[in-house]
């Protein structure tokens, strides 16, 4: 029972960081002045990251769903590795988990 609590407990935490670093990079008035575009490479990097962590933790406590969830949502993110700016479409987008063209 105890190792149930562990793993959950890790999928919560890197849920949590997950949220974190998403609120901190897309939020509407968390991105503006001089360095924008450094700032939003930096949290999409970050974020990528996490979500990356996220799978092997889901995958390493047998949450095969969260896992493939994770790992679909990693290809979305694929397109923006690098990138420097969000357009608002893509900004909701990726908020929203969706693919957009």
Not at 12 to 32: C, H, K, R, V, Y
Request: aromatic share 8%; net charge negative.
């Amino acid at each position: 029972m105890d190792t149930v609590n562990e793993h959950s407990t890790d999928v919560m935490t890197q849920a949590a960081e997950l949220f974190t670093i998403f609120g901190e990079t897309f939020a509407p008035d968390s991105i503006g002045g001089d360095d924008a575009e450094d700032l939003v490479a930096q949290g999409l990097e970050q974020y990528a990251r996490q979500v990356a962590r996220m799978a092997i933790t889901a995958e390493s406590s047998g949450y095969i769903g969260l896992y493939n969830v994770c790992v679909r949502y990693q290809k979305v993110l694929e397109p923006f590795a690098g990138s420097t700016t969000l357009s608002e479409d893509a900004r909701i987008a990726l908020r929203n988990g969706q693919p957009w063209s």
